[in-house]
């Protein structure tokens, strides 16, 4: 079953040009993909390819100019508030004097939990990603594994059966990147959530995801399993200079 379906969505921004005169560029153009539910999906592309413009179209942040866009059956272009849709980024941020225990219990709250209920949820969290010996520690003093942990925590007070990733693991270190890359994993596997990740690192969503867009300009160039990549051609980089070497 498809959790999302794109059709033919595009969407147009202004911006300034060298002289001064205001032009329009396509973030997304004519861009149709379908997800399925179970599925860690992998948008790759370089930076200012439409990668963040997709994920807030599907979120009902931006509207597109044209197309269709349904979650969970759901048309949110016409403002139908979906459910059980979640969003982790990677500059991911709460207020320094915060600790996990006041985000999460916070979280509880907008989720509309009642006190019994968020004390439990707030606890199971907090265990779950092994937040449980900094749950009163402020979030400024928190490393950034914990931090990331914590943002992943947030994410899924609500249970969310989709899970929309922005660049996850951007400006991480690589041990933390590894740490995180097995909370997604995790959090497919254990938890059954259907991942949509974004990305420009090819290792990554080589190592996350079993099938993966390719994005430049604004335009899907290929939809193809890892599998397959990896059998018809030299590699990932290869298959992936080869994409966004085409208009």
């Known amino acids: 079953m498809a959790i999302i379906s794109i059709s033919r969505v595009s969407k147009q921004f202004g911006s300034r040009g060298d002289g001064g005169k205001k032009e329009k560029f396509y973030a997304l153009k004519d861009v149709s993909l379908k997800i399925e539910e179970g599925e860690i999906f992998g948008i790759l592309g370089p930076n200012g390819a439409g990668k963040t413009t997709l994920l807030n179209i599907a979120l009902g942040i931006v509207y597109p100019d044209s197309g269709n866009v349904s979650v969970f059956g759901c048309d949110v272009i016409n403002g139908k508030v979906v ?19 006041d985000v999460l219990t916070f979280g509880c709250i907008l989720h509309g ?4 209920e968020r004390r439990h949820r707030r ?9 449980d010996k900094v749950a009163k520690s402020r ?7 914990e931090k990331m942990r914590l ?11 989709l ?49 993966i867009a390719f994005i430049n300009r604004g335009k899907i160039m290929q939809v ?7 059998k018809r051609h030299a590699g990932l980089d290869a298959y992936f200079v080869k994409m966004v070497g085409q208009r």
């Open 224 to 230: 193809a399993k890892v599998s397959e990549i990896r």
């Open 151 to 161: 943002a992943f925590a947030y994410a899924l007070i609500n249970r969310p059966k």
């Open 83 to 101: 459910q059980g849709i979640s969003y982790v980024s990677g500059e991911e941020r709460f207020h320094w004097a915060l600790t996990p225990s």
């Open 113 to 116: 939990l009642g006190r019994s």
């Open 123 to 131: 606890d199971e969290l907090l265990a779950l990603f092994g937040l």
């Open 139 to 145: 979030f400024d003093v928190l490393s950034t594994g």
């Open 163 to 211: 899970l929309l990733l922005d660049e996850p693991t951007i400006g991480l270190d690589p041990d933390i990147a590894i740490t995180v890359r097995k909370e997604i994993k995790r959090i497919n596997g254990e938890l059954g959530a259907t991942i949509v990740l974004t990305s420009h690192y090819m290792r990554e969503v080589e190592q996350l995801c079993g099938r």
